[in-house]
């Protein structure tokens, strides 16, 4: 609890072994979520969406980062992923 900058250490030497574990990229985003590192969280749940398009969970996790940036344009855009 509170190591968030060796977490965040560790799940990137993970994904450099296992760039397509989407369970690890899921926790990885939610992590960056919760540290308020929205670019990075988006852009590990568009990886995610790249490997399992249209999953409704990421999708809505994708859209809760908009909304936590004030960016609720985006938001609706996300069914076009």
């Not at 250490?9 to 960056?32: C, G, K, M």
Request: glycine letters at 6%.
């Amino acid at each position: 609890m509170g190591h968030w900058d060796q977490g965040i250490s560790y799940f990137e030497q993970a994904l450099a072994l296992d760039p397509r574990n989407v369970e690890l990229l899921t926790i990885a985003a939610w992590t960056y979520g919760m540290l308020r590192q929205f670019p990075a969280a988006l852009k590990l749940y568009d990886r995610v969406l790249d490997i399992t398009p249209n999953d409704p969970d990421i999708m809505a996790a994708k859209a809760s980062v908009y909304q936590a940036q004030g960016n609720l344009e985006e938001a609706p855009g996300l069914s076009q992923n």
